[in-house]
């Protein structure tokens, strides 16, 4: 059986992660603070870099919901491996480096977009470590048998497998869309940024593709 980390609670695992999250974000929103796209604010490599984003943003949020609605209250108590968790066995956090590329590509700049990724990757890198180790714990050899067959993140579609019902939770399958909506801040954020930017209030240290 694979080595498993110190046993911890899922939910535990899950504010670790957000709080990771949280402070990964602030480096990288400080970072572009003091950066600005090759081009300038308002050239086409810019505003092109911005479109790529937003689409990633709303592909992240649909495909965020579209996972709560196989997993949606039902990660403790049940292997799921039907629709997108038979093609990955973390889909949603797949979902969520599409959106933290979006989130990233708000500022003008693949550079940025690609560390938004980066840390988005090391993060729930060790989160599904801690994950796994908890699941294992709980289900044995079925999930030891669920993580051989099935990718830890990138998805190989040959796998998939569908479910013939759904029990869908309301309240999940909503709050997850709301988490998803929160991604759409970035566009006000970075805007302000180029605002300050463009007003000579934040000094530019470097520019990048």
Not at 42 to 58: F, N, Q, R, T, Y
Not at 86 to 108: D, E, T
Request: charged share 15%; net charge neutral; with cysteine.
């Amino acid at each position: 059986m694979t080595p498993t980390p110190a046993p911890l609670e899922l939910g535990t695992i899950q504010k670790l992660r957000k709080v990771a999250v949280g402070v990964a974000l602030l480096a990288l929103v400080a970072l572009a603070v003091v950066t600005q796209s090759i081009g300038g604010i308002d050239g086409p490599w810019h505003e092109s870099v911005e479109a790529i984003g937003l689409a990633a943003i709303v592909l992240s949020i649909v495909g965020r919901a579209w996972c709560t609605l196989y997993i949606g209250g039902r990660k403790k108590a049940e292997i799921v491996d039907r629709g997108p968790y038979s093609l990955s066995r973390n889909p949603l956090y797949v979902f969520s480096f599409v959106g933290a590329f979006g989130i990233g590509a708000q500022s003008g700049s693949l550079v940025i977009a690609a560390a938004f990724v980066g840390a988005a990757v090391l993060v729930f890198h060790f989160t599904v470590l801690r994950e796994e180790a908890f699941l294992l714990r709980e289900f044995g050899d079925s999930y030891e048998r669920y993580m051989a067959r099935t990718p830890r993140f990138w998805p190989r579609f040959s796998l998939w497998r569908d479910a013939d019902e759904l029990t869908i939770r309301p309240s999940l399958f909503l709050l997850t869309i709301r988490d998803g909506l929160v991604f759409l801040l970035a566009i006000p954020l970075f805007e302000l940024i180029d605002a300050g930017q463009a007003a000579h209030w934040l000094r530019v240290g470097a520019h990048l593709p």
